[in-house]
């Protein structure tokens, strides 16, 4: 998918039904030892062929130097960028990336970091642009395309960003990534049963996958299935791990309905689209 689509009118990200609160856009997987902080999508961060830091504030002060020594070092850039997103610097990681690839215009790899970024800041309209120029019809990225289409889906563009996912899935079968990400897709547009399923789809992948088994356990949550959502989100875990898990769901959860109970109180007229 490389159609020009147009720019949305009114606000780029609204609630969308029971989940008032916007997903977060993470390019760091969850790891099996973390509690669920929100649903998560993925940005196929893989493609930088950078491995998640093991401590990223030193790696900070490592590839800070090598950026500052070698402007034009892109293995560099990317890491330091993602560093910086790691510990929640991300403006700064934007910064990092668009002087990369002013450096470097035509290096994909860079501009594929750098719509990540902006994605991750917030920038998603941006972003889409940005990563629009990562790839090309006769090489096309599915981690990109993947991407196009958690950006997408964050603009209220659903029906567009299922297209790039479908694209993304030409390439890769049932990658489970994607499938999390079709999955989030129809939670935003309130198709929760839809959402579910295709959730299940990508567990049965990828079990081990803590975004993955997060984001069903959100959904089955969300449906009132408390117990069952309990189930999912200790199953094959130590029994610390376990209950440490499930409680970080309950928060979660308990987040969204008073986010959803606020909403309710919010007059129709505050909240039109602008």
Known sequence: MFEKFPRPSGRARRLAGTVSAAILLIGLSACQTSGPSDITGSLGDTAEATPAPADPRRDIATYHERVRANPKDTDAALKYARALRATGQRAQAVAVMEQAVLAQPSNKALLAGY??????????????????????????????LSAQGAVLDQLDRHDEARQYYASALKIVPDDPSVLSNIGLSYLLSKDLPKAEETLRR??????????????????????????????????????????????????????????????????VAASRRD
Request: hydrophobic share 40%; net charge positive; charged share 30%.
């Open 115 to 144: 719509g990540r970024a902006l994605a991750d800041n917030g920038n998603f309209q941006q972003a889409f642009d940005v990563l629009g120029r990562a790839h090309t019809p006769e090489d096309p990225d599915w981690r990109i």
């Open 202 to 267: 990508a567990r049965e992948r990828a079990p081990g996958d803590m975004r993955v088994r997060t984001n069903l356990a959100v959904v089955v949550g969300l449906q009132g299935r408390q117990s069952e959502a309990e189930t999912i989100m200790k199953a094959d875990l130590p029994a610390e791990q376990g209950s440490a898990n499930v409680a970080a769901l309950k928060r979660l959860l308990a987040r969204r309905d008073a986010s959803r109970t606020d909403a309710e109180k919010i007059p």
